[in-house]
């Protein structure tokens, strides 16, 4: 027994003897401190994800709204509401901790992704009543912010593990991580369509959360059948554009095809009451002809199909322009710089005219060739038209008798395409005796229109003149000064006219029997700009001065496209 009460009493002393050591001699147990290299790592791992995540909503959540509303208008505020709501997740954090206590969010965030696609397509049901103001704020609020702002929140609490306000104090341990937050928060580029991204980044956000609690397969299961089933939007099968075109049916219209493109969302519309084909870009019309029926062709002696714009037509009366010697057509060469359903190079090809097109966007090119018969009997660059010019310019290699400059996008002209710069690289792409027709769609009561003008102006030294496609009303009705302009200029000095058009200039049209000669009674004359006297042009690298006009023109341009095409037909894209 003696022995045996011995054995119990060695362990007590030796742990008595290893507390005594311990209070003598450090630690050697490896504990991660909070600024420990493994420690970083471990919470990097928890919100780089998040952060990644969050980031890749945002550009996704500007492209889904801009079918809809326009990339212009969808886009106003929404850098600083992304900012906002960063610094307010991660500063909530330590507002709202003891209110929510330490429950992760993360598959709440990943559910309320699984349904963000379909709760987008209910609240574009009410773009008509809310505008091109409101109706993006409330659904950028719900496809993205509602993101931002508990991701932030996520972060901020995985960082917590880091100590920064125990070491940093109060103001620095919060302010300092949220700026390299709000900092890091970038706008990738789309890798696949958006809406599929929309789904990509919901699965993402159910496999990164810490915690996977069954409710979110359940609950998130019906939302990804609803996208491949019922989703007009999702394009991945014939199956979403089945339910587009069962829904467009019943209001007399059909999608013949789609795609994304590096402009947007680029799609072929045709209505069957209207009798119009028409292509789409976001939230604006490229352009569209009235279908040749055998009805029109019998009752109407219709011999092809006729553009719905008559400005496009406005734009080939550059090959009547009087110039010494008169240019013929068999010797001239054209450029167009924008192609649209490719109205006016069809009639330079038509005349026999070689022709070089410049296009930035693939999918216009070939929509315009399969479904606006383009012929294919051109010269097709698809790049940016300024790296093009400029390096045309440089080179200094072909010479045109005709150029015609006709973009547009998001709502608004690409400002970077009317600068003094860019116009000067054209005019030095002219022959002599060359001219120019110039498409300018825009508000004549603002003075990024004016500027436009002027610089256009100062560009050709005066020798040009401006006709609309309509008579204007100033002090009018809103809209009634948003027009489509097609400015005429010339290379060498002489006045502006144009010769008569003759039947073989008309090519069987009847809309270019009407349309093609410009109206004297509807020349515009250039103004002077309102800011700092004379003729104030557009300058390379001031495009971002004029953003705010932008908008104004991108919304009433909004719109007059809900006037021209149903709701419905922009909803549903």
Not at 431 to 439: F, L, M, R, W, Y
Request: hydrophobic share 45%; proline share 6%; glycine share 8%.
């Amino acid at each position: 027994m003696v022995k045996g009460r011995q054995t119990v009493r060695l362990p007590q002393r030796r742990k008595a003897e290893d507390a005594t050591k311990a209070d003598v001699e450090p630690s050697t147990q490896k504990v991660d401190e909070p600024l420990s290299t493994a420690n970083i790592l471990k919470v990097a791992r928890q919100v780089l994800p998040l952060l990644a995540l969050a980031a890749f909503v945002s550009p996704v959540s500007q492209a889904i709204l801009a079918p809809v509303y326009g990339s212009i208008p969808s886009s106003i505020n929404h850098v600083e509401a992304v900012t906002a709501t960063v610094l307010l997740g991660f500063i909530g954090r330590h507002l709202w901790a003891g209110w929510i206590g330490d429950i992760n969010i993360q598959p709440y965030l990943a559910l309320w992704a699984l349904w963000t696609p379909a709760i987008e397509a209910y609240l574009f049901k009410y773009s008509g009543s809310w505008g091109p103001v409101l109706g993006p704020m409330i659904t950028g609020f719900v496809s993205c912010h509602l993101f931002t702002l508990p991701s932030a929140y996520a972060a901020a609490q995985a960082l917590e593990s880091l100590g920064l306000h125990e070491q940093l104090g109060s103001i620095a341990g919060i302010a300092l991580p949220a700026v390299v937050l709000d900092l890091a928060y970038f706008r990738p580029l789309d890798f696949i369509t958006p809406p599929k991204l929309q789904y990509l980044v919901a699965c993402l956000y159910a496999l990164v959360s810490t915690s996977k609690p069954y409710w979110l397969a359940s609950l998130g299961i019906p939302a990804l059948l609803h996208g491949l089933l019922a989703n007009p939007h999702l394009d991945l099968s014939f199956r979403n554009t089945d339910v587009l075109n069962r829904d467009l049916g019943a209001r007399n219209w059909t999608v013949l095809d789609r795609q994304w493109s590096n402009t947007g969302y680029i799609s072929v519309i045709e209505g069957s009451v209207e009798e119009y084909r028409a292509l789409r870009c976001d939230h604006s019309l490229l352009g569209g002809e009235w279908l040749l029926t055998d009805e029109k062709r019998k009752k109407e002696g219709w011999q092809v199909p006729e553009s719905i714009y008559a400005i496009f037509h406005i734009l080939e009366a550059v090959r009547l322009m009087e110039v010494s010697p008169a240019t013929r057509d068999r010797d001239a060469h054209a450029l167009v710089v924008g192609l649209g359903i490719g109205t006016a190079p069809k009639a330079m090809m038509a005349h026999g005219i070689d022709t070089t097109i410049v296009e930035l966007d693939p999918i216009v090119h070939e929509y315009a060739t399969k479904y606006f018969g383009l012929p294919k009997q051109h010269k097709a660059v698809l790049q940016d038209a300024v790296t093009w010019v400029s390096g045309e310019e440089a080179g200094n290699t072909t010479k045109y008798e005709y150029i015609i400059h006709d973009v547009f996008t998001g709502g608004a002209e690409p400002l970077p395409l009317f600068t003094d710069s860019f116009l000067g690289g054209l005019r030095s792409l002219l022959t002599p005796n060359g001219v120019i027709a110039i498409n300018y769609a825009g508000d004549l009561r603002l003075e990024v229109t004016t500027r436009i003008l002027n610089t256009i102006y100062q560009t050709f030294d005066g020798q040009c003149k401006i006709f609309g496609d309509a008579p204007t009303k100033s002090g009018g009705a809103e809209n009634e000064d948003f027009l489509n302009m097609a400015v005429f200029c010339r290379n060498s000095l002489g006045s502006i006219a144009f010769r008569k058009p003759t039947r073989a200039d008309w090519l069987g049209s009847r809309s270019r029997e009407q349309y093609l000669l410009p109206r004297e009674d509807f020349e515009i004359p250039f103004l002077s700009s309102t800011e700092g006297g004379g003729r104030q042009v557009l300058k390379k690298g001031e495009e971002g001065a004029w953003r705010k006009e932008q908008e104004v023109s991108a919304i009433r341009h909004w719109r007059i496209m809900r006037r021209v095409i149903p709701d419905i037909v922009w909803e549903l894209w």
